[in-house]
């Protein structure tokens, strides 16, 4: 009885969801859509979006580290062979993403 009320409260949301949806348009779409490119492209918020994601892969290095230690050698080869080309690759300057990681 609980799934079922919980499925119709979903498909009543979506319901509604569809019909506000349609009826904004696509001219509120296409404003909405500016609003995030100009935020987007922001100094301040892709400063912020840098600053970040350095932090995370410091973060990472560390935990990176941390975990080596404790592993050691009783990581498959497969594994181990991948995790070294991701850091040399990240050593080299870019990420998986194909961005600077200055």
């Known amino acids: 009885m609980a799934a079922m009320r919980y499925r119709l409260t979903f498909i009543a949301g979506?319901?509604?969801g569809y019909v506000l949806g349609t009826?904004?348009?696509?001219e509120r779409y296409e404003q909405l859509k500016?609003?995030?490119?100009?935020?987007?492209q922001n100094p301040a918020v892709r400063n912020a979006a840098e600053s970040a994601a350095q932090t995370g892969r410091e973060v990472a290095g560390k935990v990176y580290h941390s975990v080596s230690?404790?592993?050691?050698d009783r990581v498959p080869d497969s594994v181990a062979h991948r995790v070294r080309s991701l850091r040399e690759r990240s050593q080299n300057g870019q990420d998986d993403w194909g961005t600077s990681n200055t």
Do not use: P, Q
């Open 23 to 26: 009826r904004a348009g696509r």
């Open 14 to 16: 979506l319901a509604c």
């Open 34 to 40: 500016k609003s995030v490119r100009e935020v987007s």
């Open 69 to 72: 230690a404790v592993v050691g």
